[in-house]
């Protein structure tokens, strides 16, 4: 079964860096949009960034200018760089890969998202 692993998460306080992993065992992810959605308690899951199969990256607004995407095909690995962080970044931070194409290569909802991780932890203060 395919999955995605995620690693990177932790406690950092306002203004400082974490930088997010993502691997894939059992598929090669070269070509596929993969992208990152964060979840904080009570809230809807929402995209963050996005990176297609050519490259080309797609920000949420909240995110331009702090988080970077970006990844290692011969690694099958996928990061978000987070610099700047605000307690508002703070949540459960998911990497997704889109194998049918469904986001279109852009920042699509979590819908167009056929595989996911569990998860790793992002907390803010203040």
């Known amino acids: 079964q395919e999955h995605l692993v995620e690693s990177g998460g932790g406690s950092v306080q306002s203004g400082g860096s974490l930088t997010l992993s993502c691997t894939e065992d059992?598929?090669?992810?070269?070509?596929?949009?993969m992208a990152w959605f964060r979840q904080a308690p009570g809230k809807e899951r929402e995209g963050v960034a996005a990176?297609?199969?050519?490259?080309?990256?797609t920000y949420a607004d909240t995110v331009k200018g702090r988080f970077t995407i970006s990844q290692e095909n011969d690694k099958n690995t996928v990061y978000l760089a987070m610099n700047n962080l605000k307690p508002e970044d703070t949540g459960m931070y998911y990497c997704?890969?889109?194998?049918?194409?469904?986001?279109?290569?852009?920042?699509?909802?979590?819908?167009?998202?056929?595989?996911w991780g569990q998860g790793t932890q992002v907390t803010v203060s203040s």
């Open positions: 990176i297609d199969g050519d490259g080309s990256t």
């Open positions: 997704a890969a889109d194998s049918f194409g469904l986001s279109g290569g852009g920042l699509g909802p979590k819908e167009d998202y056929n595989i």
């Open positions: 059992h598929y090669i992810l070269d070509g596929f949009t």
